[in-house]
């Protein structure tokens, strides 16, 4: 019986291996990398689901493994169908070059504006139905009174014109050169770009990916290839190159159109002259087969990234970036994933099955008669499979028009498509040497590969099948040569299953995000009841409560600022004279708007340095992490070296409180300072911004390490409304000064300038116009952000009283954007996901909502209004992005710092043991 079931498990690829890491599980599932206890738990796990789809998705990639190498023939006609397609899609250049030179005509009427043409115009991968021209705008405020409409209706294409694009213009400068480099590229491209749109993976919006991802990982091909056909530029051959410090090495551009140049920062800049291009003869039809091979059955999609800038394979470790689904790289932003729109493994496991599907379509001999019926062969046993779905969804995409709306348009296409038809075939006549098939497509499949060979996979059941398949495999072996033929059909690739449509903001399949039900903006204001006087003096108390029970006293700050003498002292005297430090509280602790439990913000300056240029930051951390932990008032010392502003993170013993100590973080202290001002002109200002911060605390919306948003961006949302309110409640500090010149006070590369002289401030007329109570500013401000304020157009900057849109910060993408006073480029929002926004401002709806509705509760019951259940629908924040140990963001679970101290406590814990015995 033993032997029976040993024999049972094999089969279905259940080894009996115990692992060192886990001693009392007996067996090992190889396909799910699963550890099963006992028999009775692999007798279950063969039954599940999971591990049956993995055997069969193991019996047909071991059968396309077997599949024999392609003929001569079958070559020519994947040949002609694949360079037939690319002509019927492609448009050269003409388009390209009359829309950009009528664009650079009609330049010179939109003053100080430049434009250059990028996207798959340029690279020449762009379909002749759906023509996109993508221009480049170096200076983008006059194109709110400029229309490009006379351009793109003359010419029957759709024209895309977006600003301070440069990474997408090297992009596109560099799969030009390609292009021209290598002319089997485009019609690869096209092909593979019009497989994608039949198998309908390539809109973004469903959660597919974009198009220029899919050129990328045709490049990727060519250049992995046992005989590449493109270049490498980064490799063994640069002096001090490792693939572990590859993002140290950096593509700056195309040089003399036909060098790549590259940097390794900080070393100076040098020229890369490419590797690995060898003069082959591969025609077309045997690379398009090798590519759908190549992703299909060679390379590891969710083990490496698609580089193209390097020959060796790039673990997804070295970029820290999730083993799942699809990553591509783009070679000039080297921090993005192109393909990230990809977020549902349903939509990548579609994508899997439609490239096995594709390559067994291809790799098998067709006939021109029987197409037809090796269609209906290929759909005749259909697996059930999670991306299917009940209805098929039309897909609209804008700018596609009928290329043959008229007779001119006719004649006009067939001129071009004859000149395409002699450009290509020359092109790859002479350069690929179409006559010449020496190369193979696949090797012949060894005996361990071939199905019988599976360990007993193909069950007794299946044997029917296989007499079915042996005869298809004898009538494909017998269609004569002429007789083959191919064709790109959106049946016979996806067998009528479209992929699931996945919502981008809730991860939800079945709808897009346009129509996500958690989308804020779906939501419906209801008119508000009118304002009681009674009710309007319950939210004057309400915010007034919240600044006195949470402020901290006099003896509090003065408490503060003797722990902070104290570890000065102690630091000096452990450096030894070596350093001579000066710290300095900042941040709630002395803008004005702390808490009694806020965190001790510190900045630790050294004197002799003005700034830290000279300084090893990181390794002054980490010296003062040694320090600190031998300060007994102080526990839990934690350095950070990783992060933007490295620190020191710490816990007073006899306080509680908890602290970090960073470097030269002087332009933090200079924002303090003008915080501080701000909280002393106006009372309500102090009012307000204890009321915001008990809000988001109570809403769990109020930690940035958690992916939400910081309480100094929630107390820059106060001042930016009331500098924003009619008449304003405060002014704005940085446009008083006396003459034309704002005054300059750099620091760290910034104008730190603001007025801080409160007497003359209090003495400006405007700033006594407002007579609103705090309760009603509360309530105004939380109208203020659902009703008025539109996060997509504008940017949240209290340093002009202007309004600043998304478009001119170049933070479109951002679903929030709040920007820093001094340090312009810092966005305060840039780290909230879309989910954690459709949270935040769904809170302050039902804030909305409670607050402006009229309700009279008992004194000491003042909790009804930040009910955290109301607020926010008894919904918790989303913790997608955060650490399962620590439960913050910015690195995975196996990164932890919590996790390394928990494991170093551990080890020493089981030394003593030893020692002790």
């Known amino acids: 019986l033993i032997v029976a079931c040993c024999d049972c498990f094999l089969s279905r690829c259940v080894f009996p291996q115990p692992s060192p890491e886990y001693p009392n599980f007996q067996y090992l599932c190889k ?7 006992n028999i009775q738990g692999a007798h279950k796990h063969i039954k599940e689901k999971r591990h049956k789809k993995n055997i069969m998705e193991k019996q047909e990639e071991n059968e396309l493994r077997a599949l024999p190498a392609p003929s001569p023939a079958q070559l020519r006609a994947l040949d002609s169908v694949v360079l037939e397609l690319a002509l019927d899609l ?270 067994k379509y291809f790799a098998c001999p067709q006939s021109r008669n029987g197409a037809n019926a090796s269609r209906g062969l290929l759909r005749k046993k259909p697996r059930r499979s999670r991306t299917a779905r009940p209805r098929s969804l039309d897909r609209k995409k804008s700018g596609e028009e009928d290329a043959d709306s008229s007779d001119d348009e006719d004649e006009r296409d067939m001129e071009e498509e004859e000149s395409l038809r002699a450009g290509f075939t020359e092109l790859l006549l002479s350069d690929a040497g179409m006559d010449s098939r020496s190369e193979s497509v696949s090797q012949e499949p060894s005996a361990a590969e071939s199905p019988s060979a599976l360990n007993g996979l193909l069950m007794d059941s299946e044997e029917e099948e296989e007499e079915d398949k042996d005869q298809e495999m004898e009538k494909q072996d017998s269609i004569a040569p002429e007789d083959m033929h191919y064709i790109f059909d959106r049946m016979i690739f996806t067998g009528g299953k479209p992929p699931t449509v996945v919502c981008s903001i809730c991860k939800r399949d079945g709808h897009l995000k ?18 009681t006087e009674h009710f309007r003096e319950i939210l004057d108390g309400l915010c007034m409560l919240c600044y006195r029970e949470l402020s901290p006293s006099l003896i509090e700050q003065q408490k503060r600022e003797q722990i902070l003498g104290s570890l000065e002292r102690f630091i000096r005297k452990e450096y030894n004279g070596e350093y001579k430090a000066q710290l300095c509280l900042f941040g709630s602790s002395k803008n004005g708007f702390g808490f009694r439990d806020s965190d001790l913000d510190i900045c630790m300056t050294l004197e002799g340095h003005d700034t830290a240029e000279k300084l090893n930051c990181k390794e002054i951390i980490e010296g003062l992490a040694k320090v600190l932990k031998k300060h007994t008032g102080l526990r839990n010392i934690l350095p950070i070296t990783t992060a933007k502003v490295p620190i020191v993170k710490f816990e007073h013993r006899q306080s509680g409180l908890e602290g970090d100590i960073s470097l030269y973080n002087t332009l933090a202290q200079h924002n303090t300072r003008m915080l501080a001002t701000y909280a002393a002109i106006d009372p309500r200002v102090q ?82 116009q407002n007579k609103e109570t705090v309760g009603e500013l509360w309530l105004g401000l939380l109208r203020f952000y659902t009703e008025e ?129």
């Not at 396909?31 to 206890?37: M, R």
């Open 31 to 37: 396909l799910c990398s699963v550890h099963v206890e």
């Open 90 to 359: 492609s448009k050269l250049t003409l388009s390209q070059e009359s829309v950009s030179s009528s664009l650079l005509n009609n330049a010179c009427f939109i003053l100080a504006c430049s434009l250059r043409l990028y996207g798959s115009c340029l690279t020449r991968f762009a379909f002749k139905t759906t023509a996109w021209i993508s221009v480049f705008l170096c200076i983008l405020l006059c194109l709110l009174k400029f229309s490009f409409e006379d351009i793109s209706n003359s010419l029957g294409l759709m024209c895309k014109v977006s600003a301070g694009n440069d990474v997408a213009c090297l992009t596109t400068n560099h799969l030009a050169a390609l292009a021209r480099l290598e002319p089997r590229l485009v019609p690869l491209v096209l092909a593979f770009r019009h497989w994608a749109n039949l198998c309908h993976i390539d809109c973004q919006a469903e959660g597919g990916i974009p198009s220029y991802s899919l050129s990328l990982m045709v490049i990727f091909f060519l250049q992995q290839r046992a005989k590449p056909v493109l270049p490498v530029y980064l490799g063994h051959w640069i002096k001090g190159f490792d693939v572990k410090r590859v993002d140290e090495f950096h593509l700056t551009g195309m040089e003399s159109d036909s060098f790549v140049g590259w940097e390794h920062r900080p070393a100076p800049a040098g020229e890369g002259r490419g590797d690995g291009r060898q003069p082959v003869s591969a025609s077309l039809g045997q690379l398009w087969l090798e590519l759908l091979r190549f992703y299909t059955l060679e390379f590891a999609l969710e083990e490496h990234i698609i580089s193209i800038r390097l020959k060796e394979l790039l673990p997804r470790e070295l970029k820290n970036w999730p083993r799942r689904r699809l990553a591509v790289e783009d070679p000039f932003a080297l921090k993005r994933n192109v393909a990230r729109s990809l977020n549902s493994q349903m939509v990548f496991e579609y994508i899997q099955e439609r490239f096995r599907t594709a390559y």
């Open 514 to 531: 346009d129509d996500c039900p958690e989308d804020f903006k779906k939501v419906e204001l209801k008119p508000l009841p009118p304002m």
């Open 687 to 768: 009012y307000l911004g204890y009321t915001m911060k008990v809000f988001a605390k109570r809403c769990d919306i109020g930690d940035a390490s958690r992916g939400s948003l910081s309480s100094y961006a929630y107390i820059l949302m106060v001042l930016y409304f009331l500098q924003q309110r009619q008449p304003p409640v405060i002014p704005v500090l940085q446009e008083i000064f006396d003459g034309n010149t704002v005054p300059q006070r750099m620091v760290d590369g910034w104008n730190a300038f603001f007025f801080n002289d409160l007497n003359e401030l209090r003495r400006l007329p405007e700033l006594h």
């Open 789 to 917: 304020f539109d996060f997509k157009e504008y940017v949240i900057s209290i340093r002009q009283r202007k309004r600043l849109t998304t478009f001119e910060k170049q933070w479109t993408s951002k679903c929030i954007a709040i920007e820093d006073p001094f340090d312009l480029n810092h966005n305060l929002g840039a780290g909230v996901s879309r989910k954690m926004t459709n949270f935040i401002m769904k809170a302050f709806i039902n804030g909305r909502k409670l607050f402006g509705t009229p309700f009279y509760p008992h004194p000491g019951t003042e909790d009804y209004f930040f009910d955290s259940k109301v607020l926010t629908d008894g919904e918790l924040a989303p913790n997608d992005r955060c650490c399962r140990i620590c439960g913050k963001i910015g690195h995975y679970m196996k990164d932890c710092p919590k996790r390394r101290r928990c494991a170093v406590h551990t080890s020493k814990n089981d030394y003593l043991l030893q020692r002790s015995a």
